[in-house]
């Protein structure tokens, strides 16, 4: 990180205490990873978390994007809202350099969940994927400190793999609140009538295809990993088995996930978090495979963006009396 983190700590706090309740999967995995990502990776999280709730759980879900789009651009104006996860996600993206293309393209695939929108190929889910979750695998990686395209490019099918293997597990719940994201012609392949969703052994075929799309992702996903700085790749790894472990319920279940709806325990996730730590001193070797086309503009307007600048040798100078200074004064009493 080449810039100090500014966000205010009562507002990371208030972040933290957010997503303690609504993401227990990134709270588990966030706790691994040093404090300098940490902050800011929480900031990130509950922003998108809250945009994600204001259009599924709010009343009017027009008014909802046009509100996210005026905190997107107050943010990146520096002059973001006055509530905690606002000004702590402004802190964010000014000093990690964060485009504001990679938030908008969250946004944009909100609009298309507030439109109802469904995917007639799995290519057309996977740009839905890469709108909510690929670009938030970049911009994780941005805030890591790391901009080199073959990294980001795995960060992103890391990020499509989750989105897919939530879309598995949720395919009834979506399916009581209206919504469907499984391919149309997958479904017309298994005979299934999409207005009509209830589990059958072809129902579970459609699931598991989509769990093997998403198992794919995850080891495509894997070397990137080591192209992370040490201190963050066993938060990043346990995020990647706790997901991962999603899907190996779901297939315990039968890939039955219209009655039921699979859940890792808090104990397995810690464990899972073990095993991670010993994933992180054996990966495979760097892969150049190509990004998913679906996540080409992410990790395009990533390598585009200014990073933040580093002080010369003399600001360097500089900035260390400044600090020696302010410890000097501040330990002398009134």
């Known amino acids: 990180m080449l810039q100090k983190f500014s966000a205010d700590p009562r507002d990371i706090a208030f972040c933290r205490a957010l997503l303690c309740g609504g993401s227990r999967s990134f709270f588990a995995a966030s706790l691994l990873l040093p404090g300098r990502v940490r902050g800011p990776a929480t900031a990130l999280y509950a922003f998108c978390r809250e945009a994600d709730d204001a259009i599924d759980l709010g009343d009017d879900p027009a008014a909802a994007l046009t509100r996210l789009h005026q905190r997107l651009d ?4 520096g002059n973001p809202e006055q509530n905690p996860v606002d000004r702590a996600f402004a802190a964010t993206v ?3 350099a964060i485009p504001r293309a990679l938030p908008a393209a969250l946004i944009e695939g909100l609009a298309w969940d507030a439109a109802g929108r469904r995917y007639q190929s799995f290519p057309e889910l996977l740009d839905y994927c890469a709108r909510v979750a690929g670009g938030v695998g970049v911009m994780m990686t941005l805030i890591m400190g790391v901009r080199d395209p ?3 490019a795995r960060a992103a099918d890391l990020g ?3 989105q897919l293997t939530n879309i598995a597990r949720d395919v009834g719940e979506d399916a009581a609140a209206g919504r469907l994201f499984l391919p149309l012609d997958w479904l017309e392949d298994a005979g299934i009538d999409p207005s009509r969703l209830e589990f059958t052994p072809a129902l579970a075929g459609v699931v598991r295809r989509l769990l093997g799309e998403a198992a794919a992702l995850y080891a495509r996903a894997a070397p990137g990993i080591a192209m992370l700085p040490l201190t963050c790749r066993t938060g990043i790894a346990a995020a990647r088995r706790i997901y991962a472990a999603i899907g190996e319920k779901i297939a315990l279940a039968g890939h039955d996930s219209i009655t039921q709806r699979a859940r890792v325990p808090d104990r397995e996730k810690f464990a899972l978090a073990g095993r991670a730590a010993l994933d992180t001193l054996s ?3 760097a892969t150049t495979a190509p990004a998913l086309p679906a996540n080409l503009f992410l990790i395009n307007a990533a390598i585009a963006a200014t990073p933040p600048a580093e002080p010369n040798a003399a600001m360097r100078v500089l900035m260390l009396f400044e600090r020696l200074e302010r410890v ?4 002398i009493p009134a």
Not at 74 to 77: D, E, G, Q, T
Not at 328 to 331: H, K, L, T
């Open 328 to 331: 000097q004064r501040e330990s």
């Open 283 to 285: 990966w495979p070797g």
């Open 94 to 96: 000014e000093c990690f």
């Open 74 to 77: 107050a943010a990146y104006a």
């Open 160 to 162: 499509v793999a989750m």
């Open 150 to 152: 073959h990294a980001l």
